[in-house]
């Protein structure tokens, strides 16, 4: 079975993610724009640097070609948000895009973008995975590529420069060129490199790049630009005095950020500091948008600007929704995706990347300075995040004893409510709360826990294990 988790589907290669299942899934897709009527405008794709990223989008491009579906293919590893983008920008109903985003090596994937270049939401990729749980291995019927090209259906477009132009357009590169700023990318051997140096050469900032090349293994690590897996662009930021480090997932739509004192901000601080210098800085007005396992600092700030900050299940599409629905400045998560009021509606790495660059021209300040001045201003929060992997028995006994029993630990907090919008979110009085949840992405138990004091957060983490028995 071929199901949509919160960011697209993902499987490990050789196992579920094959030809076969490439094609089934594209068989359905092209089922359901036919019976929508969509079919004549056609389809993106695009596809990461991934272990067979690019022949999955050649195959599954045969199948749309087979049914008469134009497609139209970068035909170039490049960022998700592109893709994205070119779905917004040109009106098409639905677009791919072949990556497994920070998913381990082993994982590739197909993310599904519909109409205003937003992350198929739940009904959609239900509607997705109806349509592909009708198709037969009969009805699977492939053009051959290169018959595709010279028939017309399937043709090679090359829009990172509108892409680029878009977000150029909408950064203060003035500002930026004034500031002569020295920024170092680590990519994470990913898609971002050549879209974030292009935007920081025009604003004449120095640029230096670790981890550019291709591999698929991604240096052995997680492409997830995390506290562990960026030690080395910390070292090389503070080794080479750069005033910032940017790093970016496989598909760069997540950004992780090292200050100029080596530190790593936490994607939490990200969205933070970016909240931040769009209400005092730009001076716009709206909310903050974020998902049920990231901080309450947005809330803080949103507050003390006259502003509300919503809260909303794990997954993108939900973000972007209600980001639309109350016209929101900025939506984000703490896995380190955001996107922002103008920009595209999902997460996108390299606008982030500019957006933060920008920032620091337009104050005149270091980010550890901005950093501070948001803490001094609002208070300290720390949060605790840990990984629990598990056998389908111990998932199922998990489930049961909090999601259906709505069996509690014995926490030694004042519990102000509780929430199974996504999981189980306790809210202390004390304005702390840990959730526990399952990954919609890989198999893991997620438990995230934010109280005014680490050790705190901590001891409610091990209480959580204890009482799971993880």
Known sequence: MIKFG???????IGDEFTKANIQRLSQGLAAKMKHEGVDGEGIV??????FLSKEAMHWAAEIFAAQNIKVYIINHSEPTPLVMFYVEKHQLHYGMMVTASHNPAIYNGIKIFTYGGRDADEIQTQEIETYIGQVCDEDIIAMDYDMGVEKGLIIDIRPRNEYLDNIIKEIDMNAIRERGLRIVLDPMYGVSETSLKTIL?????EVETIHERH????????????VDTLRPLQNFVTDKHFDLGIATDGDADRIGIIDDTGRFLHPNDIL????????KYRGWHGPAVRNIATTHMLDRIAAKYGEKCYEVPVGFKYISSKMIETNAILGGESSGGLTVRGH????????AAALLVEMLAVTGKKL??????????????HMEERDYKFTPEKKYEIYNRILVDKELPALP??????SYLDGCKIYFKNGGWVIARFSGTEPLLRIFCEMGQPEDAANVCRIFEQFLNI
């Open 344 to 351: 595209i509606h999902g997460k996108d790495g390299i606008y």
């Open 272 to 279: 933070v500091v970016l909240y931040y210098y769009l209400v």
């Open 413 to 418: 907090y004042d519990v102000d409510k509780i």
């Open 201 to 205: 050469l025009t604003a004449r900032c």
């Open 215 to 226: 591999d698929t293994l991604f240096g052995g690590k997680l492409p997830a630009p995390n």
């Open 45 to 50: 794709m695009g596809y990461d640097r991934r």
């Open 368 to 381: 550890s300075e901005i950093m501070d001045g948001i803490r001094e201003e609002f208070g300290q929060i």
């Open 6 to 12: 919160t960011g697209g589907w993902r499987a490990i």
